[in-house]
Structure formats: structure tokens, C-alpha cells
């Protein structure tokens, strides 16, 4: 069965968001960016949410780069991307 693009971008953002972006550990760690909610569920992301994070995961600036301190693959920078810009 194939997956939706809701149900990809929940597992891409739980995989590698979550760990400073979720519901819990946004006001410390996540600079108040908040992208799951406590029912595990993609928050509501803006449109300048959206370009905000394309320009975040994309970027070659290790200062602004997304996520913080880890590496994201190529293929699942690319899904996210795609799957973002199709909201």
C-alpha cells in the first residue's frame, strides 16, 4: 500500500524533526518551532513555515542547516522538499 503524502511527511519530519520540534521539546530545544503535535500529527505549517524549512534543509550554511548537527540523506532532503512544496 502506498503511502500519502500527509502520512510521508509525518514520518519525514518524525525521522528527522522531531527530536527538537515536537509538541514536548520545541520551547527548549526547537526555538519555539513547533512541527508535531502531541497526537504525533504534522502541524499547521504556513507558507512561510514551508520556505522557511525548503531554505533550512536545503542550505549549504552548516550555521542555518537543518536538521542541527545531523545529516539528512540527498533522497530524503528531496522528499521532503517535494512533499512540501506540494502542500
Request: charged letters at 30%; glycine letters at 6%; one cysteine or more.
Amino acid at each position: 500500500q502506498q503511502q500519502t503524502s500527509a502520512e510521508r511527511l509525518t514520518l519525514l519530519i518524525t525521522k528527522h524533526c522531531s527530536s527538537c520540534h515536537d509538541e514536548a521539546k520545541s520551547k527548549n530545544f526547537g526555538g519555539g518551532l513547533q512541527l508535531l503535535t502531541s497526537e504525533r500529527k504534522v502541524a499547521q505549517l504556513t507558507p512561510e513555515l514551508l520556505g522557511e524549512i525548503i531554505d533550512r534543509v536545503s542550505t549549504k550554511d552548516p550555521k542555518r542547516a537543518m536538521p542541527k548537527g545531523r545529516v539528512m540523506s540527498e533522497s530524503d532532503k528531496l522528499e521532503l522538499i517535494s512533499v512540501l512544496v506540494q502542500k
